[in-house]
């Protein structure tokens, strides 16, 4: 069955760059993508990226994709306070046509001043 | 601010009693889609519409849920006889149907049953 995991927290300080894993299993997925979530908020969509990539810059964001070990990462550069929040990988689980997005259980990322 | 709205934004109610969520997507958006997301989890899918049709459920939607989108524009969804474990926040997203599946989703009603 389908499932992508996280680690649970992430603590950097501000000003380093953080990065947040994340493994998925299904391989048809065809989109990946990574979510930002405030408290009491809903969901932000920062970036995703398609599996015929390897990599994906947005700004301070980068997207690195391992199609072979199913492992993606999120790298925030220069990270900033505003940047705590939990983030979460998800996957299409029915490779993007249709359907649903599979959510991994987030990564909590702390910021220290 | 994503363009997708959710009301009530929270609801309190007591065990047994019915409540029902709307979601209003971004207006050119032809998919709507549930999610439920539990304190330290991630969403999880309830279902999906593609305009008017409801194309997906989840076998989280058990027969007290309902949802509909009559005119393929917001939608709602309803909790009948809720329980303790219907707890949760209810997430809405919306997007169009392209190759990418990209969601958008609205801050959600945070649900809390007595």
């Known amino acids: 069955g389908e499932d992508v995991e996280q680690s649970l927290f992430l603590s950097v300080r501000e000003g380093d760059s953080s990065v947040i894993n994340c493994t998925y299993t299904?391989?048809?997925?065809?989109?990946l993508y990574w979510y930002k979530q405030e408290p009491g908020a809903g969901l932000q969509l920062l970036t995703y990226?398609?599996?015929?990539?390897d990599m994906k810059q947005d700004q301070r964001l980068t997207v690195l994709l391992n199609k072979k070990d199913k492992h993606l990462s999120l790298r925030i550069a220069d990270t900033q306070t505003g940047d705590s929040a939990i983030y979460f990988c998800?996957?299409?689980?029915?490779?993007?046509?249709?359907?649903?997005?599979?959510f991994g259980k987030g990564t909590k990322l702390s910021v220290k001043p | 601010d994503t363009g997708v709205s959710q009301n009530p934004r929270h609801k309190i109610t007591k065990r047994g009693q019915n409540v029902t969520f709307r979601c209003d997507p971004i207006?050119?958006?032809?998919?709507l889609y549930w999610y439920r997301q539990t304190l330290g989890q991630g969403p999880e899918f309830l279902t999906y519409?593609?305009?008017?049709?409801?194309?997906?459920k989840s076998r989280l939607l058990s027969d007290r849920f309902s949802a509909e989108r009559p005119k393929g524009s917001f939608s709602t969804l309803e909790i009948q006889r809720t329980e303790q474990g219907d707890s949760a926040m209810y997430l809405c997203?919306?997007?169009?149907?392209?190759?990418?599946?990209?969601?958008?989703f609205g801050p959600g009603t945070r649900l809390l049953v007595l």
């Open positions: 519409f593609q305009n008017e049709a409801q194309l997906e």
């Open positions: 998800a996957e299409s689980q029915y490779g993007g046509s249709q359907g649903n997005l599979i």
């Open positions: 990226i398609f599996s015929n990539m």
């Open positions: 207006s050119e958006h032809n998919r």
């Open positions: 997203a919306s997007g169009l149907r392209t190759a990418q599946e990209t969601q958008y």
């Open positions: 299904d391989s048809s997925s065809t989109y």
